[in-house]
């Protein structure tokens, strides 16, 4: 069984950091990705960022393109995301996910993070 538990979300001032942490458990092969979802309060979820396949691509929306980093330990199944220069739109829960032969298909609960203007 896959599970993904995911943690570092918390209160932070405008212009601070943060890194989010997403440990993946019960995998059996390596996911073609492993990506970073958003969801505000009345807005559909978004994607953020994923880091895809052994090579280690990543890929970004132009929302956080040059503030938020994707990266990861494969050999620990762990991903992390490192978001700077945050803004108040960025409070969202914050979700990893596993991309399993094209669909992301195993979720973590999610951890939230606000950011203080």
């Known amino acids: 069984q896959v599970q993904l538990v995911e943690s570092g979300g918390g209160l932070v001032q405008a212009g601070g950091s943060l890194r989010l942490t997403c440990v993946a458990s019960g995998l059996t092969v390596r996911p073609l990705a492993m990506g970073w979802f958003r969801q505000a309060p009345g807005k559909e979820r978004e994607f953020v960022g994923a880091i895809y396949g052994s090579g280690g691509t990543t890929g970004y929306p132009d929302s956080v393109k040059g503030r938020f980093t994707v990266f990861g330990d494969n050999t620990r199944n762990t991903v992390y995301l490192q978001m700077n220069s945050l803004k108040p739109e960025d409070t969202a829960v914050y979700y990893c996910?596993?991309?399993?032969?094209?669909?992301?298909?195993?979720w973590g609960q999610g951890t939230q993070v606000t950011v203080a203007s």
């Open positions: 996910a596993v991309n399993d032969r094209g669909t992301y298909k195993y």
